[in-house]
Nanobody
Framework: QVHLVESGGGLVQPGGSLTLSCTAPETIFSIFLMGWYRQAPGKERELVAHIISGSNNTYYADSVKGRFTISRGSAGNTVHLQMDNLRPEDTGVYYC?????????????WGQGTQVTASS
């Protein structure tokens, strides 16, 4: 089973910053997009941001616009999420996702999650 490898989570005070990184294995031949989701306790997983390969078009949830920045690494199979001005409501487990299009069908790969906690 293919897993993405995430790093960079941790505990930070409100107003602080963290950078998450995610690397997809080279066995994923052609990545269409990479993104980050998060899941707070008792809530459903939600999309935070994604970036589309080639065009580098990005999407951000309204709750993180102006505070989070998603970017691709030079190797193409890495994505970063710079999180500034973190708020307590940003707390949760952050999951990386890579999407591949195979025969016209979307195939999604996930990381195992990294904990982000913004608390004083």
């Amino acid at each position: 089973q293919v897993h993405l490898v995430e790093s960079g989570g941790g505990l930070v005070q409100p107003g602080g910053s963290l950078t998450l990184s995610c690397t997809a294995p080279e066995t994923i031949f052609s990545i269409f997009l990479m993104g980050w989701y998060r899941q707070a306790p008792g809530k459903e997983r939600e999309l935070v941001a994604h970036i589309i390969s080639g065009s580098n078009n990005t999407y951000y949830a309204d709750s993180v616009k102006g505070r989070f920045t998603i970017s691709r690494g030079s190797a193409g199979n890495t994505v970063h999420l710079q999180m500034d001005n973190l708020r307590p409501e940003d707390t949760g487990v952050y999951y990386c996702k890579a999407r591949e299009i195979v025969g016209g069908r979307a195939v999604d790969y996930w990381g195992q999650g990294t904990q982000v906690t913004a608390s004083s």
